[in-house]
């Protein structure tokens, strides 16, 4: 016995149920030993699908269809059913069930004031646990390290003036050489932006966003940026292109 490998399936299996009639997807667990026809009469309760009607397929769990189940004398194990697979019921009597048609149902909306005082609302929730914006402390907190990020951004940028050499360098991007063309607020977002003439095609306009001229250069030449990504200093202008004529 010792050399012996013994392989255990689980005899149940849980797997995902879609069908024509929804767009919902249901799990249930079936146990692999009852036959097709008894798996249809389950799905039949599930779905609302007569069993005389279906058609069933089963899909991997990465949703690559596998094969057609058509035996209904089959054992349900038989077929390559793993646990997250799914099962499709297609409806072959051409009806649309009324069961899953919200159109015909109609629809129920509570005042916001008395939802306001139940008890067992996600509101309510919220606020007892205060989450999301129903915790004030958090929210404050939240503002002022925006409200304190915007003062740095606001500070760096009157240290910015016009005309002067700058090193742009943003997170994720390689870093680039420029002039300053631009300082000041925007209309395309709020808080403090500089623009910058790069020396080199890497931007993504020339001065001009959301039809408004902000400064003049040329296309694929220009950017705004965050005042804390620039740093204006002496550096030179590089003569790209002079060893070739």
Not at 7 to 22: A, H, M, W
Not at 89 to 118: I, M, N, Q
Not at 189 to 218: A, I
Request: with cysteine; glycine share 8%; hydrophobic share 30%.
């Amino acid at each position: 016995m010792s050399g012996e490998v013994i392989v255990v399936t689980n005899p149940l299996v849980n797997v995902r149920i879609t069908s024509s009639l929804s767009s919902f997807e249901n799990r249930r667990r079936f146990n692999r030993g009852i036959t097709i026809a008894e798996l249809k009469g389950l799905l039949e309760m599930n779905v609302g699908v007569p069993a005389s009607c279906m058609d069933l397929e089963i899909f991997s769990t990465t949703d690559v269809f596998l094969q057609k189940i058509d035996n209904d004398e089959a054992l349900f194990g038989s077929y390559p059913v793993d646990d997250e697979c799914r099962i499709h019921v297609t409806d072959r009597s051409g009806k649309t069930s009324e069961l899953f048609d919200s159109s015909k149902v109609e629809k129920f909306e509570l005042p916001d004031d008395a939802y306001e005082k139940r008890t067992e609302s996600v509101r309510s929730f919220l606020k007892k646990q205060q989450l999301g914006r129903y915790n004030e402390e958090e929210v404050a907190r939240k503002k002022a390290e925006l409200d304190n990020q915007e003062q740095e951004q606001k500070a760096a940028a009157e240290a910015i003036s016009v005309g002067s050499r700058c090193k742009v360098e943003v997170p994720g991007q390689p870093t680039k050489l420029g002039t300053v063309m631009y300082v000041g607020t925007t209309e395309f977002k709020p808080g403090h932006w500089v623009g910058v003439k790069y020396d080199e095609p890497l931007g993504k306009h020339n001065g001009t966003v959301q039809g408004k001229q902000y400064f003049e250069c040329q296309e694929k030449y220009g950017a705004f940026v965050k005042p804390l990504s620039v740093t204006v200093g002496d550096f030179p202008e590089e003569d790209y292109g002079l060893d070739e004529i």
